[in-house]
């Protein structure tokens, strides 16, 4: 394991400017590139499933290798981590997180950023958008309105959670899972604090947007105890290995799926609600079906960071890759 160079405490002690070029150089090497419709995928869409147990497998830290992550993705879509990352690590994520979404807000009403460790967009993200200035204001937009932000707009948190998920060995466990260097997003690689009361999201699967002609892995990384009657949601999942997008029939949007199409055909007990602690790694693919949790009993907001993977051979185009 690499040691982490930099810790979130000394956050604003980082060369802001080395770190927006690290990340205009991510985005810079994935722009021409095109995905390999002849490599493999690791779930293949259509596939006949076994039947298996509505679970969510739970590994210590310790027990984390790429086959341990295939056997239970491959088997029931997810995996829950336990104690992935040091609560104490991550506790200053919290404020930093709060500055990001200001300063987002700060740029929106037109005031410059207070300091650019929070938020300073890279220069190219904007000419790599296919539809430019028009797609990065409505990206800008949904985010804000569900109190969540780009991570690469402020590129000295990219690059401290790089070295961190480095730390813990994940680069190259990603690569041994799949085969391949793994990419990251920067569309779909979020900080969020959830907006309270929640809004009913709609159940959806990422591949419903992504395609599901990639090999993908999420990072959702909660950064406090959240989930189940915590007080504080976490996500609704269904616990089951899926390999094809369920239709969006009766849905809110054409990517999402109606509460009655998730409970037709399993049951309303299907449904999970895990419970997290700060650092535990919850992961799962483009097939999970979930949301974030719903309920009226909310009484905490929850700080998570969402960060989706994809082979540098299988990615979707239309999530701006980047090189990691
Ligand atoms: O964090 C949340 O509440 C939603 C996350 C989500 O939908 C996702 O990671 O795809």
């Known amino acids: 394991m690499n040691p982490v160079t930099t810790t979130f405490r000394q956050l604003e002690a980082r060369a802001s400017d080395r770190d927006k070029r690290a990340i205009e150089q991510r985005l810079d090497a994935f722009r021409a590139r095109m995905p390999d419709s002849a490599a493999r995928l690791l779930v293949q869409p259509q596939q006949s499933l076994q039947p298996t147990d509505l679970i969510i497998p739970e590994i210590p830290a310790e027990a984390l290798s790429a086959s341990t992550l295939q056997t239970a993705l491959l088997a029931h879509g997810s995996l829950i981590v336990r104690g992935l990352f040091q609560p104490d690590a991550l506790a200053p994520l919290l404020p930093v997180i709060d500055h990001v979404l200001a300063s987002c807000n700060d740029f929106k009403a037109g005031r410059p950023p207070e300091n650019r460790t929070y938020f300073d967009p890279p220069e190219n993200l ?54 391949q260097p793994a990419c990251l997003s920067a569309k779909k690689w979020v900080l969020r604090r959830s907006r309270l009361p929640v809004a009913e999201a709609g159940w959806h699967q990422d591949g419903a947007f992504m395609g599901t002609d990639i090999n993908s892995v999420n990072l959702w990384l909660p950064l406090n105890s959240c989930g189940g009657s915590t007080g504080s949601p976490g996500l609704d999942v269904l616990p089951q290995r899926l390999a094809t997008i369920v239709s969006a029939e009766g849905a809110q949007f054409d990517w999402s799926v109606s509460t009655a199409q998730v409970t037709r055909d399993r049951g309303e007990t299907a449904i999970t609600s895990p419970q997290f602690n700060a650092g535990d790694a919850y992961f799962f693919d483009h097939f999970l079906l979930h949301r974030t949790q719903f309920g009226k009993h909310f009484h905490t907001p929850r700080y998570a960071i969402e960060t989706w993977f994809f082979a540098a051979d299988r990615f979707p185009k239309n999530q701006i890759p980047l090189a990691w």
Do not use: D, Q
Request: contains cysteine.
């Open 126 to 179: 904007v000419e790599i958008l296919p539809r430019g200035e028009r797609e990065l204001g409505n990206t800008r937009s949904f985010h804000r309105e569900s109190g969540s932000a780009m991570c690469i707009e402020a590129p000295s948190v990219a690059e401290c959670l790089l070295e961190l998920y480095e730390s813990r060995g994940l680069k190259s466990l990603l690569t041994h899972y799949f085969g």
